[in-house]
């Protein structure tokens, strides 16, 4: 039977499995036009909204571990893609730093708190388990929107 932490870890990495295949599934099949299309005012195209999931997930995950990578959250909602193949290169590129760090964490780092900088919030300051389950949820909040973008533009560009 696996540690308490090796659950975690297996866990962390069995959603993120998925979550993955689900960006992958989002993604292709669509041409450049799809990929940088936003549905309205203030949306994100499925591009930017890849950029900035793979930057945040890898991220927080690093937060996790009391790691701080430099960023700029911005950029990324100006990402656009010339193919599906570019973005499925991102998500390549991305993923193993996220296993890297999911295979870091340890019962000691878990409830060690940590305060970030925050373009939101000006600071956050959350233990190691708060951003594991965070670098998740939110990727989990964007493959939606990516889904529903998808559909909406095949809706209307069919």
Sequence with gaps: ????????QI???QILDRQLDEWRDAIRGLDPG????????ETNSISALVAHSMDATRYHLANALGITLDRNREEKFDHAAASADDLLALIDATEP????YISQLTEEV?????TRPSSITGSRTHNG???VFHALQHNREHIGQATLTRQLYEQQHG
């Design 1 to 8: 039977m696996p540690s308490t932490i090796e659950a975690l």
């Design 11 to 13: 866990a962390a990495n």
């Design 34 to 41: 799809g990929l940088n299309w936003q549905p309205g005012e």
């Design 97 to 100: 730093d996220m296993r890297d």
């Design 110 to 114: 878990l409830p060690v708190e940590h």
């Design 129 to 131: 388990a708060y951003y």
